[in-house]
Nanobody, 127 residues
Framework: QVQLVESGGGSVQAGGSLRLSCAASGRTFSNYAMGWFRQAPGKEREFVACLRWSDPNTYEADSVKGRFTISRDDAKNTVYLQMNSLKPEDTAIYYC????????????????????WGQGTQVTVSS
């Protein structure tokens, strides 16, 4: 079992920044990848960014590329999502998730490819 706890959400004005954290605990040694997703009211959960422990690259959705950055701290078993130049359309609940088995970066854009999820953290961007 892996437990994930997100933090760092809040309310900001457009153009502002937030940094989300996702701390993993439990049987983390078998984690293969971690991702960030978001879900706005009335919309489906959508991919934001992901990384794989075996891969130096990171992957971001086109809608956040150049504004959001995913990174990790192995010593803390924590993954971060730095969000800059926030827009009202970034308003959503943000979730982190972990996948245990290898797969492609393309597949990691799909929510059903993940094994464990955090409880989510609200991000609200006002205009």
């Amino acid at each position: 079992q892996v437990q994930l706890v997100e933090s760092g959400g809040g309310s900001v004005q457009a153009g502002g920044s937030l940094r989300l954290s996702c701390a993993a605990s439990g049987r983390t040694f078998s984690n293969y990848a971690m991702g960030w997703f978001r879900q706005a009211p009335g919309k489906e959960r959508e991919f934001v960014a992901c990384l794989r422990w075996s891969d130096p690259n990171t992957y971001e959705a086109d809608s956040v590329k150049g504004r959001f950055t995913i990174s990790r701290d192995d010593a803390k078993n924590t993954v971060y999502l730095q969000m800059n130049s926030l827009k009202p359309e970034d308003t959503a609940i943000y979730y982190c998730a972990v996948r245990r088995a290898p797969t492609t970066a393309t597949m990691l854009r799909l929510p059903d490819q993940y094994d464990y999820w955090g409880q989510g953290t609200q991000v609200t961007v006002s205009s």
